[in-house]
């Protein structure tokens, strides 16, 4: 902790005369753009929402109010860096906000695979929602705990308090961070069955509501296991490391992919994708197989 303070003493950022939970003084620029961010894309999501009435896209909408209260407590911490009211809002919120953007690509390819051809599934559609919600959800408790433990520790000072809390707070990382690439998995392997057996690509299969879904899913996916291969090597240094004190790491490797997530998740609305599907296709993929086996006999 003395070598950050002198560090952050030699940038003129560290206040000595507080004990500043943040390890740094929060920008307001910074803070400012992504709440202005985030609170435009949250309410594109709550307007296609609303428009549609298809309810369940409310799981974004619950992310993205997660995102603008973590850097609005960022930017409170501005002018009250010592405050550990303003230090958990943006640690537990910023580090819970993305199961909520999980939790809607598992609803979309739990909508899409009876809609498109549950033959291609490894898992029925009800239990891949089911089985990547309940992980995510033990994901949010265990990042939550963890993420408040630490903040409490730090308002006390407890040393040993502060180890639990990131034992626990990485746990949830690395589940989630295993979870989100077995979904990306099973995703791809949906679609390259698909593709294999249809001898079609799944634009050309599906339509753009099915392609959308494909390149919207796939990407988000990516985005949060990168999202969240950085906060497990910023726990790995520990809350005085570099990756956790400077802003600038968070703002390019956590809340940058968060924003293109969000709006990837725009561009896949079920609005937009599965509820645009007006029949099932399995009925036209069988079809297609038999007129290829007829053809090779």
């Known amino acids: 902790m003395n070598t950050l303070i002198a560090r952050q003493e030699q940038q003129g950022e560290w206040d000595a005369s ?18 202005v961010v985030f609170s435009l894309l949250t309410m594109l999501h709550l307007f296609l929402t609303v428009r549609s009435r298809i309810w369940w896209g409310l799981v974004a909408v619950v992310g993205g109010l997660c995102e603008i209260a973590g850097w ?9 860096p010592e405050g550990l009211a303003c230090y958990l809002l943006q640690q537990v919120c910023l580090v819970i906000g993305p199961v909520f953007f999980s939790a809607t690509c598992y609803a979309l390819m739990g909508k899409l695979i009876p809609r498109v051809g549950s033959q291609w599934s490894r ?3 009800k239990t891949f929602i089911i089985f990547f919600v309940v992980v995510d959800v033990v994901c949010l408790i265990l990042q939550g705990t963890g ?9 006390e000072g407890n040393d040993e308090l502060l180890k ?5 707070y990485l746990a949830g990382i690395s589940v989630q961070l295993f979870n989100t690439v ?18 079609q690509s799944v634009k050309s299969f599906g339509g753009l509501p099915v392609f959308r879904v494909y390149l919207g899913v796939m990407l ?6 990168f ?15 570099r990756l956790a004190t400077v802003e600038v790491y968070v703002a390019c490797l956590d809340a940058l992919p968060m924003v293109i997530a969000f709006a990837a998740l725009a561009y896949c609305h079920p609005s937009f994708t599965v509820n645009r599907i007006a029949h099932p296709l399995q009925s036209e993929s069988s079809s297609i197989k038999s007129e290829a086996e007829m053809a090779q006999v």
């Open 18 to 35: 507080a004990n500043n939970f943040f390890g740094f003084i929060p920008n307001i620029p910074l803070s400012v753009i992504y709440i």
């Open 72 to 80: 609005s407590g960022r930017l409170a911490g501005h002018w009250k």
């Open 123 to 125: 898992f029925k559609p």
């Open 147 to 155: 993420g408040a433990m630490c903040g409490q520790a730090g308002g």
């Open 164 to 168: 639990t809390g990131q034992s626990i």
């Open 182 to 199: 077995l979904f990306a998995v099973l995703t791809w392997d949906y679609f390259r069955q698909m593709k294999k057996d249809t001898n």
């Open 220 to 225: 988000v996916n990516f985005l949060i296991v």
């Open 227 to 241: 999202r969240n291969g950085f906060r497990e090597a910023e726990l790995s240094e520990g809350f005085d490391g």
